[in-house]
């Protein structure tokens, strides 16, 4: 219930509407119904008795006050008519609810997705991507047909307790007990609606934990592959799809159940009430069909209603889960402090930079400066903090205690985006998107056009192998980039960084997989770069080390000048 109550908090005006909807639906459907009423008066020549029973009455004075005849043909034609109007109403009900499921998906879709884009780096770090994938895959969609099946619930119990009014009007003992009856069955199996829930909550968490080991495994399949060690993780997926087929068996199970137990129950009572009624209270049969209608009906919806409700029960556990992800994504947004417009005209300086992980000290007293239109260079053993470095510079990571600065301003009171706009930055792994490579430079920036992706591959060597492409800057890539060599996707993650026109780039070993022809290539290009921009680099090569003018070796939490040359005249 809480959940169905927290639907319709969250999405207040789409849950009006859709109720709106489903309740004119049923309201004419009821209608369609009821106009049988006096049809079955007439059929059985009992129009005399049914006069006094309520509907049927009612029915026959309205069709006489607009001038129709009560007559058999006439009675089937609104009959069929009802039919055609209610096929109508359902139609643009129905439309209503798909248009609101889709809506409620993609607003939970959006929410997980701007949460998290805009979590602190550490936090986002820690997400595995599948889950994530799974998130906003499978859990935005089963909440949002969960949002179906509350609307549902509601609208049915709505109708149970109107049908129940009019019922009470005419028998209120007949009503009472069914009414009792109803509830005590709906207690009784609500066994079944818990088992349910019990099924669609493992569902949700084995879905999380196969997604992101499948990601996993698929991201290094080749390695697993060339070793033949694939089988090991088929082998765990192999066990995780079949908890999941143990859970999902369980589940349709006790819908199953759910829907076979119910019928026969409501046989059985429509018959003793049948029973009672004529033999025993000794109503007429008019009347006593109209109540049989009205009965069945009432128990049928609450019938219904528990059916939807365990609907509900299978897929709640996603959007809690979907919401649970999103609000701790939210708890650890990006605290941008600052609001300042940066400049990089002087240069960036890190003074008495104290930075840990935990308990683990990476730096405790760093101090680099990196004036304008300059190439430092950084190098040191592996896991001596490197790209912490470079975290610390594009303002992913904040200092325990130091300060960064920028043209003189602390970079804590600096507007971290727009400092960000200004960086062109080059990741340790080069993963591209299945995609062509202009959209890899470009990503979606719409200011850019194919004029600077061209430019900014020419900057980084890479125009040439592009050009010979069959499709040029529209070929495709492939998955993470894998049509191309580990130097060409280097060379594109360059000219990535560069399509913006940065001020400051950031490399974090950029020719890694180059051969010693493309870094001097490479090189030569920063060089010619560091004219006009400002250039740090992490990277062990000689050939980067020899084309920097400055060099720092970080170790023990410090970084150590090493050379000052400069190239400024090469
Ligand atoms: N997000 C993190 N949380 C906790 N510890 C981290 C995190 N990122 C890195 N570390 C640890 O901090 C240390 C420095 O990592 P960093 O990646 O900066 O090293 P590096 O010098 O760039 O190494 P390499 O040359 O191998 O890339 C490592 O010991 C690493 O295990």
């Given at each position: 219930?809480?959940?169905?109550?927290?639907?319709?908090?969250?999405?207040?005006?789409?849950?009006?509407?859709?109720?709106?909807?489903?309740?004119?639906?049923?309201?004419?459907?009821?209608?369609?119904?009821?106009?049988?009423?006096?049809?079955?008066?007439?059929?059985?020549?009992?129009?005399?008795?049914?006069?006094?029973?309520?509907?049927?009455?009612?029915?026959?004075?309205?069709?006489?006050?607009?001038?129709?005849?009560?007559?058999?043909?006439?009675?089937?034609?609104?009959?069929?008519?009802?039919l055609f109007?209610?096929?109508?109403?359902?139609?643009?009900?129905?439309?209503?609810?798909?248009?609101?499921?889709?809506?409620?998906?993609?607003?939970?879709?959006?929410?997980l997705?701007?949460?998290?884009?805009?979590?602190?780096?550490?936090?986002?770090?820690r997400?595995?991507?599948?889950a994530?994938?799974?998130?906003?895959?499978?859990?935005?969609?089963?909440?949002?047909?969960?949002?179906?099946?509350?609307?549902?619930?509601?609208?049915l119990?709505?109708?149970?307790?109107v049908?129940?009014?009019?019922?009470?009007?005419?028998?209120?003992?007949?009503?009472?007990?069914?009414?009792?009856?109803g509830?005590?069955?709906f207690?009784a199996l609500?066994?079944?609606?818990?088992?349910?829930?019990?099924?669609g909550?493992?569902?949700?968490?084995?879905?999380?934990?196969?997604?992101?080991?499948?990601?996993?495994?698929?991201?290094?399949?080749?390695?697993?592959?060339?070793?033949?060690?694939?089988?090991?993780?088929?082998?765990?997926?192999?066990?995780?799809t079949?908890?999941?087929?143990?859970?999902?068996?369980?589940?349709?199970?006790?819908?199953?159940?759910?829907t076979?137990?119910?019928?026969?129950?409501?046989?059985?009572?429509?018959?003793?009430?049948?029973?009672?009624?004529?033999?025993?209270?000794?109503?007429?049969?008019?009347?006593?069909?109209?109540?049989?209608?009205?009965?069945?009906r009432?128990?049928?919806?609450?019938?219904?209603?528990?059916?939807?409700?365990?609907?509900?029960?299978?897929?709640?556990?996603?959007?809690?889960?979907?919401?649970?992800s999103?609000?701790?994504?939210?708890?650890?947004?990006?605290?941008?402090?600052?609001?300042?417009?940066?400049?990089?005209?002087?240069?960036?300086?890190?003074?008495?930079?104290?930075?840990?992980?935990?308990?683990?000290?990476?730096?405790?007293?760093?101090?680099?400066?990196?004036p304008?239109?300059?190439?430092?260079?950084?190098m040191?053993?592996?896991?001596?903090?490197?790209?912490?470095?470079?975290?610390?510079?594009?303002?992913?990571?904040?200092?325990q205690?130091?300060?960064?600065?920028?043209?003189?301003?602390?970079?804590?009171?600096?507007?971290?985006?727009?400092?960000?706009?200004?960086?062109?930055?080059?990741?340790?792994?080069?993963i591209?998107?299945?995609?062509?490579?202009?959209?890899n430079?470009?990503?979606?920036?719409?200011?850019?056009?194919?004029?600077?992706?061209?430019?900014?591959?020419?900057?980084?060597?890479?125009?040439?192998?592009?050009?010979?492409?069959?499709?040029?800057?529209?070929s495709?890539?492939?998955?993470?980039?894998?049509l191309?060599?580990?130097?060409?996707?280097?060379?594109?993650?360059?000219?990535?960084?560069?399509?913006?026109?940065?001020?400051?780039?950031i490399?974090?070993?950029?020719?890694?997989?180059?051969?010693?022809?493309?870094?001097?290539?490479?090189?030569?290009?920063?060089?010619?770069?560091?004219?006009?921009?400002?250039?740090?680099?992490?990277?062990?090569q000689?050939?980067?080390?020899?084309?920097?003018?400055?060099?720092?070796?970080?170790s023990?939490?410090?970084?150590?000048?090493?050379?000052?040359?400069?190239?400024?005249?090469?």
């Amino acid at each position: 219930m809480h959940t169905l109550f927290t639907y319709i908090m969250v999405f207040p005006r789409r849950s009006a509407l859709v109720l709106v909807a489903l309740l004119i639906a049923s309201i004419a459907e009821g209608l369609s119904l009821t106009a049988l009423m006096p049809l079955l008066s007439i059929v059985i020549g009992d129009s005399g008795e049914s006069g006094n029973s309520g509907i049927g009455a009612f029915m026959e004075t309205a069709l006489k006050d607009v001038g129709i005849e009560p007559a058999l043909v006439t009675i089937l034609i609104i009959f069929v008519g009802g039919l055609f109007f209610k096929g109508m109403v359902l139609l643009l009900a129905s439309r209503q609810v798909g248009y609101t499921v889709a809506h409620v998906a993609t607003v939970l879709r959006l929410d997980l997705i701007e949460a998290l884009l805009a979590s602190r780096w550490q936090y986002y770090l820690r997400q595995p991507a599948g889950a994530l994938a799974n998130s906003v895959a499978t859990e935005a969609h089963r909440a949002a047909i969960g949002f179906e099946h509350s609307a549902n619930v509601l609208s049915l119990a709505i109708q149970a307790l109107v049908y129940a009014i009019v019922a009470l009007f005419i028998s209120w003992e007949a009503t009472l007990t069914s009414l009792i009856i109803g509830l005590f069955l709906f207690i009784a199996l609500n066994r079944l609606v818990r088992a349910t829930r019990r099924a669609g909550t493992k569902q949700t968490y084995l879905l999380r934990d196969l997604l992101t080991y499948l990601s996993d495994v698929l991201s290094s399949v080749k390695s697993l592959k060339a070793m033949a060690r694939d089988n090991v993780a088929d082998a765990i997926l192999h066990e995780q799809t079949q908890h999941l087929e143990k859970a999902t068996r369980r589940e349709v199970m006790n819908r199953a159940a759910l829907t076979e137990m119910q019928e026969p129950i409501l046989t059985a009572l429509t018959a003793s009430g049948l029973y009672l009624a004529l033999v025993v209270w000794q109503l007429p049969l008019s009347e006593v069909l109209l109540m049989v209608f009205l009965l069945t009906r009432i128990l049928g919806l609450m019938n219904r209603t528990q059916r939807s409700y365990q609907h509900l029960a299978v897929q709640e556990s996603a959007y809690w889960a979907l919401r649970k992800s999103a609000e701790d994504a939210r708890a650890a947004a990006e605290k941008s402090t600052g609001t300042l417009r940066p400049t990089l005209q002087k240069g960036i300086t890190l003074q008495h930079v104290k930075f840990n992980y935990g308990q683990k000290i990476i730096f405790k007293d760093l101090n680099i400066e990196i004036p304008i239109k300059s190439f430092t260079a950084v190098m040191g053993p592996s896991g001596a903090g490197k790209s912490t470095l470079l975290d610390l510079l594009c303002g992913m990571a904040e200092p325990q205690s130091g300060e960064i600065q920028i043209d003189g301003i602390s970079l804590h009171d600096i507007n971290l985006r727009q400092w960000r706009h200004m960086i062109g930055y080059v990741s340790q792994d080069t993963i591209l998107l299945h995609d062509t490579v202009m959209s890899n430079i470009l990503v979606g920036e719409h200011a850019l056009t194919a004029a600077d992706a061209e430019r900014s591959l020419r900057q980084a060597g890479a125009w040439d192998f592009v050009s010979s492409l069959p499709e040029g800057l529209q070929s495709i890539v492939g998955e993470r980039g894998g049509l191309l060599s580990g130097g060409q996707r280097q060379r594109i993650a360059i000219a990535r960084a560069l399509a913006h026109n940065p001020s400051f780039l950031i490399l974090d070993e950029p020719t890694s997989a180059l051969d010693p022809e493309s870094e001097q290539a490479i090189c030569k290009t920063l060089r010619k770069l560091a004219k006009d921009l400002t250039i740090i680099v992490v990277s062990h090569q000689p050939a980067v080390i020899n084309a920097a003018d400055r060099v720092f070796i970080i170790s023990n939490g410090e970084a150590e000048p090493l050379l000052q040359i400069s190239h400024r005249q090469s």
